[in-house]
């Protein structure tokens, strides 16, 4: 492992994510002596005028739970600079607080690492960038790194994406950038491909001949309060699907990667993606749930969606027919985050119990992580009676002495180490908005529209119907008892 001088700049230091994410997963680092008191430093930069202890102060609420003493040490390597997003001035003042963290250490053997994590808005991207690389790179006469974090939204289309993708890659390499995906940090997304490719049982079923329709949802019981406007020039389908369910996607339908190597996955992910034939209106339900355009910052006219159901269809040897229906929503009747793999009914149904439902393999990603596969078995008793049960591997109760990384926790880590495995690579980006770009053209042109669901609800009726449409057959309580 390196050892020497690791500074952290978290860039957007007093916003939102900095606050309830950044800070956090690096307190959470540092308890589990990821980050030595010894190498690191981490400095926040914003706007706003604070002292180093103002900062600590905001930050302070988020960590719950945390004993006081780790948390005055943690709080202790955190040091404030304020400057503009746009101004030499600013980044080199940050440039020379970090050369003077790094000349006060003594670090004769070792290198110097220097982690950027751009918790801010797009738009300030390439400008930030551009300062990052003139003002506070990593000196050439050190050994060691700079890595700098950004995460969605990459653009709002194809183009734009292409336009902040070719100006970033100007200024860094792509070993440099690391595009993060939250969702690729959550323990059950990891576990797919192991579940996938260590596992004989799956391997001759993950097919087209066994597998009937996928489903990957998202759903959230809470609305857009208090982001509506920003909300509201994206959408659900960039917010959510193009990027977190799409990445899901890819782990369910792609190919076995030559190894693990973080080139050779990524490469299998660009060729799924590459494989998703052009989206048809007739398999897309938009919605959009009443009350949202009562927030004052949303327009009047908004057809923006809260709500998608999107049927990806892959054009190869292994998915040709099955239907991948991604569904993402805000305010709906619960939240969580799910795959469901639905198999086909068993030939020569000798129990008639067909009606029951089917095999179907449910990989809950949040909350309370689980894996479950649903499957008919004989009622217990005196009769010859089937009904559905599952086979149940909850984390709660199988893993009960660990507690789960946070996926933001995983990622900054995976940074640290220069490991890429977990994030979105330039061309997987480029194909993703391929996929979508098409389609949030036409949305963006009112040539689709979104109808309206209550808050509370499953999300409209139409996209339950398309579902059905789509061979997905719900399981029933039903129980069949054939006539003796
Ligand atoms: C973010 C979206 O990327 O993911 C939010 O911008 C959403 O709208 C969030 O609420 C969901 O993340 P998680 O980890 O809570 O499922």
Excluded at 31 to 53: K, M, P
Excluded at 337 to 349: N, S, T, Y
Excluded at 361 to 375: C, D, N, T
Excluded at 439 to 449: N, R
Aim: one cysteine or more.
């Amino acid at each position: 492992s390196e050892s020497g001088c690791l500074s952290i700049v978290v860039l957007g230091a007093s916003g939102d994510l900095a606050k309830k994410k950044t800070f956090p997963a690096l307190f959470h680092l540092f308890q589990q002596g990821f980050l030595q008191a010894g190498e690191v430093h981490i400095f926040g930069y914003a706007r706003s005028n604070l002292s180093d202890d103002g900062l600590r102060e905001r930050i302070r609420g988020y960590l719950n739970g945390a004993s006081d003493e780790h948390l005055s040490q943690f709080l202790q390597l955190i040091k404030y600079v304020s400057g503009s997003y746009d101004s030499g001035e600013g980044f080199e003042l940050l440039n020379n607080t970090i050369s003077d963290y790094e000349t006060s250490k003594n670090n004769e053997s070792g290198s110097y690492r220097r982690l950027f994590y751009l918790a801010l808005p797009p738009s300030v991207y390439p400008s930030v960038c551009k300062m990052i690389r003139s003002y506070c790179m990593n000196p050439s006469s050190h050994t060691g790194w700079t890595r700098v974090i950004v995460e969605k939204p990459f653009g709002k289309d194809l183009d734009s994406s292409e336009k902040l993708s070719a100006e970033l890659g100007k200024l860094f390499e792509e070993d440099q950038l690391y595009r993060i995906d939250h969702y690729l940090g959550k323990e059950l997304v990891q576990n797919l491909l192991v579940l996938r490719f260590a596992n004989r049982l799956f391997l001759p079923l993950w097919n087209h001949d066994n597998i009937a329709n996928v489903q990957i949802v998202f759903k959230e019981d809470f609305g857009t309060e208090g982001r509506g406007g920003y909300f509201d020039q994206y959408g659900i389908i960039r917010d959510i699907i193009q990027n977190h369910l799409l990445q899901v996607f890819c782990l369910v339908a792609m190919e076995k990667p030559v190894s693990l190597k973080p080139e050779h996955i990524r490469d299998e992910k660009v060729k799924v993606l590459q494989s998703v034939e052009p989206i048809q209106h007739e398999e897309v339900v938009i919605g959009q749930y009443d009350g949202y355009k009562d927030d004052p910052t949303v327009p009047d006219e908004s057809n923006t969606p809260t709500y998608a159901s999107v049927v990806l269809r892959v054009h190869n040897e292994r998915w040709e027919g099955v239907p991948f229906i991604l569904k993402a929503g805000k305010a709906l009747n619960s939240r969580k985050a799910e795959i469901r793999v639905q198999f086909k009914d068993a030939p020569g149904d000798i129990f008639r119990c067909k009606k029951q439902g089917r095999n179907e393999f449910v990989i809950r990603l949040q909350p309370s992580e689980a894996m479950y596969m649903k499957l008919t078995v004989k009622k217990p008793g005196l009769e010859m009676a089937t009904e559905q049960s599952e086979l149940d591997l909850s984390y709660g109760m199988r893993y009960q002495d660990v507690k789960i990384p946070e996926a933001y926790e995983r990622l900054i880590l995976d940074t640290i180490r220069g490991d890429q495995q977990h994030f979105v690579r330039r061309d997987e980006l480029r194909a993703a908005w391929e996929i979508f770009t098409p389609l949030l053209h036409d949305i963006d042109a009112g040539k689709l529209k979104s109808v309206s669901y209550k808050p509370g609800t499953r999300g409209p009726q139409e996209a339950d119907e398309m579902s059905r449409r789509m061979g997905y057959v719900q399981t029933h309580g039903y129980i069949w008892v054939p006539p003796i």
